[in-house]
């Protein structure tokens, strides 16, 4: 069965500083990835995708992730952190079958202290 | 850019009470689903939607829930009969495939069970 696990519950950075998020997959099959942030009281957006293409995908806001098959990762990374980037941060992954349902990691709260 | 949108954004009900959760996906998606993410807790499926018909649900979706696409355009989750564990952000999502796409999340309804 597709899983995803977030390593980490809570980051906190400063301001201008790199990101780090991490999260590992289990997959019996080349797995589709994404990334989606989810704002206080706001919906759930799409960060970025990996869908077998690049393993490096870049997505909006200066994020970036990179697929390692060999260590069945796919961390979300930002060189520079904003206070707008606070939020919660989910790692996905498509599950099983054709039905095309998403199988959520746990999220990773992200504060950025000034 | 193109919004998936659901009604109304916070619902409280009695416990008991029936309530109907409303979406409008986007206009040209043909997949359907609804996820649901108690305060706390990781975003979990609920069912997905396709062709009039449900593809898949979990075993969170009992028979006190009920899908339908009533008019060609709205997507509505029915709760029969509330519990207090229902209480819940409750999203919708739409997409064009169900592979290698990141879809479309409403911003969810607050469902609060009393």
């Known amino acids: 069965a597709q899983s995803v696990t977030q390593l980490d519950s809570h980051v906190s950075v400063s301001e201008g500083t790199p990101v780090l998020l991490r999260c590992n997959y289990s997959s019996s099959y080349s797995p589709s990835l994404f990334w989606y942030v989810q704002h206080p009281n706001k919906g759930l957006q799409l960060l970025l995708k990996?869908?077998?293409?690049?393993?490096l995908v870049k997505g909006i806001n200066g994020f970036e992730a990179e697929f390692k098959k060999s260590e069945t990762s796919f961390h979300l990374t930002k060189p520079s952190a904003h206070m707008s980037d606070a939020a919660e941060y989910f790692c996905v992954v498509h599950g099983s079958g054709n039905t095309g349902k998403l199988i959520f990691g746990q999220g990773t709260t992200l504060q950025v202290k000034p | 850019e193109p919004e998936v949108t659901q009604t109304p954004s916070h619902q409280v009900t009695q416990m008991g009470q029936e309530v109907i959760l409303r979406c409008v996906p986007i206009?040209?998606?043909?997949?359907f689903y609804w996820y649901r993410q108690i305060l706390g807790q990781k975003v979990e499926f609920l069912v997905s939607?396709?062709?009039?018909?449900?593809?898949?649900k979990s075993e969170i979706f009992d028979d006190q829930f009920s899908v339908e696409r009533p008019d060609g355009s709205n997507f509505t989750l029915k709760i029969r009969s509330t519990k207090l564990e229902d209480s819940a952000m409750y999203f919708c999502?739409?997409?064009?495939?169900?592979?290698?796409?990141?879809?479309?999340f409403g911003s969810g309804t607050r469902l609060t069970v009393v």
């Open positions: 990996y869908t077998s293409a690049a393993t």
């Open positions: 999502a739409s997409g064009s495939t169900t592979r290698g796409y990141g879809y479309t």
């Open positions: 206009s040209n998606h043909l997949y």
């Open positions: 939607f396709y062709n009039n018909e449900i593809s898949e």
